[in-house]
């Protein structure tokens, strides 16, 4: 029998107010990459537990990721009150501060869903060192997005073929004046929350993962 896979349920000291996490090591072998996936707007019922970020860091712990995942200020038990985006990035950089503290040895990656993916990618860039920012669903079409253009961190944008946030003109034009290492994968599937393919995107996640790891 082999060791069971470690899942921890944590609060992390925020700069609101404590926030609601959770911690959960690989499915098998010690982990290889620490992995932070933030999740969709709080104030449309984005949690942690929504679909697309279960199944990104699903996909991370198959790729041999230890994966954090926690709620934005304000939302579930996490204290604080929502932020527009502006504190958010502040819970993230709290909760990547965190995960390699515990696991300093390992490289890292920071990954969000939607408005999640806008708060990787605000801190990532800002702030480099991780080996890969994953922005699925970027909401191109909601906001500006000229803040996004130049960024040093190799970034990977995972779209849904039929994104209503984020549709391929839109998404296309924002890609083509994005500078430094960039990909963009398009992910058959019915709508913004990559309904009918989730199974695509979580084993391009874990391709993504893999490549993380050298």
Not at 12 to 21: D, H, N, P, T
Not at 99 to 112: I, V
Request: proline share 5%; glycine share 10%.
């Amino acid at each position: 029998m082999g060791a069971t896979r470690r899942i921890e349920s944590l609060f992390l000291a925020g700069a609101a107010g404590r926030l609601e996490a959770l911690l959960e090591e690989p499915d098998d072998g010690d982990p290889r990459l620490a992995a932070l996936v933030c999740h969709p707007h709080p104030l449309f019922g984005g949690t942690m537990h929504n679909k697309a970020v279960y199944r990104i860091a699903r996909g991370l712990r198959r790729a041999g990721a230890v994966v954090l995942r926690f709620n934005f200020r304000g939302v579930n038990r996490s204290e604080g009150k929502h932020d527009d985006g502006r504190g958010e990035v502040d819970d993230a950089r709290i909760a990547i501060e965190t995960l390699r503290a515990r696991y300093p040895d390992l490289p890292w990656m920071l990954a969000g869903f939607s408005f999640g993916a806008r708060v990787i990618l605000r801190l990532g860039c800002r702030e480099p060192g991780a080996r890969l920012l994953l922005a699925a669903g970027f909401p191109a079409r909601l906001a500006d997005t000229t803040e996004f253009v130049d960024c040093p961190t190799p970034r990977l944008f995972m779209q849904s073929t039929n994104d209503e946030y984020g549709p391929r003109a839109v998404m296309e034009e924002f890609f083509g004046r994005a500078t430094g290492e960039k990909r963009l994968s398009w992910i058959e599937s019915k709508d913004h929350f990559f309904a009918g393919g989730l199974d695509e995107l979580e084993a391009a996640v874990t391709d993504a993962g893999r490549s993380c790891i050298r």
